[in-house]
């Protein structure tokens, strides 16, 4: 009898103690931590402004060049009719899985991808150079499968990123996706916009007229490229 009795209690303790582990942090007034409700994809950033967007001639879909762009240079996409959907940091994994809420559900005529350079920055850990490409073809052929015409927008050069000196072979790297995706593109009629050899300099890389840290474009940078996507975009939503 009391080994069951103690069986029991045990059984009950280690409920107990699961239940303790896996609880969601609380905080002083007993509500959820919001640290607990983000998400990896963060699908919460754009969660309340896609629900107010209706028939966007483009999403721009990217990392912190394309958050930048919109949020520097607003009247761009405001005027335009265009939405910027870019998130600072992210991989093209991470863009891949919040592709279906950030773009297919605000059903845009052209979707503009401008993605990779994180993961040669490894924000992620380590990325073969093929799954870089092949993340962005993803995105591409999930448009195309839902009537969104897409443009693949290269990835700008990067000679360098501050917040990772250890990589050295950078444009190497940016070099091989930027040929795949052309490939890929020539080989099945998608729009590619070689945005590299169009922003680099004599160093294949940007520009400081045009980029204070060599990555993120400032406004005579977003300047250069704005009037060439535009041109595209207002060609394939015709």
């Excluded at 045990?10 to 609880?23: D, E, K, P």
């Excluded at 240079?73 to 910027?84: D, I, K, L, M, Q």
């Excluded at 073809?137 to 290269?154: D, N, T």
């Excluded at 000679?159 to 930027?178: A, F, G, K, M, V």
Aim: proline share 5%; net charge neutral.
């Amino acid at each position: 009898m009391k080994k069951n009795f103690f069986s029991v209690l045990s059984c009950a303790l280690m409920g107990i103690m699961m239940t303790v582990v896996y609880l969601p942090t609380m905080n002083a007034q007993n509500n959820f931590d919001i640290n607990d409700l983000k998400t990896w994809a963060n699908y919460e950033r754009y969660a309340e402004a896609n629900q107010s967007v209706s028939n966007p001639i483009a999403v721009f879909m990217g990392n912190s060049i394309t958050d930048n762009w919109a949020q520097m240079h607003e009247a761009f996409f405001t005027e335009n009719n265009f939405v910027g959907r870019g998130i600072g940091g992210q991989v093209t994994a991470q863009m891949l899985a919040r592709f279906r809420a950030d773009v297919i559900n605000l059903h845009p005529k052209v979707v503009v991808i401008m993605a990779g350079t994180n993961d040669v920055a490894r924000n992620q850990k380590y990325v073969p150079v093929e799954h870089v490409a092949g993340n962005i073809i993803s995105m591409v052929e999930l448009a195309i499968a839902h009537g969104i015409k897409p443009i693949i927008l290269s990835i700008l050069p990067a000679n360098q990123y501050r917040w990772r000196p250890e990589i050295t072979d950078s444009t190497q790297q940016i070099l091989q996706i930027n040929a795949m995706l052309e490939s890929y593109a020539k080989l099945n009629g998608i729009s590619y916009i070689d945005l590299f050899n169009i922003m680099k300099d004599e160093n294949q890389g940007l520009p400081k007229k045009y980029s204070p840290d060599g990555v993120h474009p400032n406004l005579d940078g977003y300047a250069v490229i704005e009037p060439i996507v535009k041109a595209e975009i207002l060609r394939l939503a015709r």
